[in-house]
């Protein structure tokens, strides 16, 4: 989740968002970015729209982790495995990069994650919003100075969080990471570029820079092929085993052998295609190689029309391809994947592709 004014960063959260929607687009993590000032009339008021699109997101019952990142922040190592970050801490309610002045509930807002799978994350979200409802649309509209002429949103979040600590008793629910070392704010895996670099033009600058080197070994894209469709594994098209997704992706577990996805039965013309299948593999100890099996068929599974193995020898994001010719016009077209074990897989989403006429 990022944010900007629609002028002055506008251009710095471009820049920098486009290392972000690529790292969640690889793994079929949902990006959402807002460009504007809710509570508009001056550029540094689109500070508190991470607020709205938080409780946005209450109010949708959504369940899982969020992070967000400021406009200044860009993915810094787009190999970091974040799935097997999160794997072990559905106990927190939110991570902070914390411990400012030795205080590790003095946080820096520039970047943090909240559960809202928990039941103090949405609390916060909740209370958070309340501190931001606080402030009269009056005073919001006639402020001139951050900081100064209303409260700022990094206060307001860490009054929430200081309350839940100090007067609740509830700082195990937190975890508090140190500056420079989070993983949810500017360190490993996240970098910012502060006022402290320069002006804004310099800021800009520096991230695209560094978002270009990043960027410079994207998987490949098919220029040359139509999209025809684009699913996301959380679509109910696409079909799994009990218990078979998480963090709404189809996910297999390391000990998981057979068939783990199947989908998403579709009406396809005549032609020249060709299945994408995302995959994600995380946390992969070994060196024995990970084999995949992934077909196309039709008329629910009763004609075979394309076959292939895979062996995956490393972890991180990969695209399995087949293709596959159709003579007719077929129903009920589906792509299974079989998994031999070995590594734990998240399966983003399903490509199909159709090659253009020469």
């Not at 084999?291 to 995956?312: M, P, W, Y």
Request: with cysteine; net charge negative.
């Amino acid at each position: 989740m990022q944010t900007s004014d629609s002028n002055v960063y506008y251009e710095m959260l471009q820049q920098a968002s486009r290392t972000v929607r690529d790292y969640c687009f690889r793994r079929g993590i949902f990006y959402e970015q807002y460009v504007g000032e809710k509570r508009n009339n001056m550029p540094w008021k689109a500070a508190y729209n991470r607020i709205e699109m938080l409780q946005s997101l209450l109010r949708e019952n959504f369940s899982g982790w969020v992070l967000y990142m400021d406009a200044d922040s860009y993915i810094a190592d787009p190999n970091f495995d974040i799935f097997h970050y999160f794997s072990d801490k559905d106990h927190y309610a939110g991570i902070f990069s914390g411990h400012l002045n030795g205080v590790p509930y003095n946080i820096n807002s520039g970047g943090f994650a909240i559960n809202f799978n928990h039941p103090l994350g949405r609390e916060i979200v909740q209370d958070y919003t309340k501190e931001y409802n606080n402030i009269s649309k009056e005073n919001m509209n006639s402020a001139l100075t951050w900081e100064r002429d209303v409260p700022e949103d990094q206060f307001m979040l860490h009054s929430v969080i200081r309350r839940y600590v100090d007067d609740f008793g509830f700082s195990d629910k937190f975890l508090f990471e140190f500056a420079d070392h989070s993983y949810v704010n500017n360190g490993p895996f996240i970098s910012q570029v502060l006022r402290t670099f320069g002006n804004i033009s310099d800021r800009v600058a520096r991230i695209r820079e560094k978002s270009d080197l990043i960027l410079s070994e994207n998987i490949p894209t098919n220029f040359d092929k139509d999209t025809i469709f684009s699913i996301h594994t959380s679509h109910p098209r696409i079909s799994t085993i009990e218990h078979g997704r998480r963090f709404s992706l189809v996910h297999a577990p390391k000990d998981y052998k057979g068939i783990i996805l199947w989908g998403p039965y579709i009406s396809l013309h005549s032609g020249r295609y060709e299945c994408s299948t995302y995959i994600y593999v995380s946390n992969k100890e070994d060196d024995r190689p990970v084999n995949l099996t992934l077909d196309v068929t039709a008329n629910h599974g009763n004609t075979e029309l394309s076959r292939k193995q895979f062996q995956i020898f490393n972890s991180g994001s990969q695209v399995l391809s087949i293709p596959f010719v159709l003579n007719e016009n077929y129903d009920n077209i589906e792509t299974r994947v079989e998994t031999g074990g070995g590594a734990e897989i998240y399966f983003p989403r399903v490509n199909i592709l159709r090659e253009r006429d020469s």
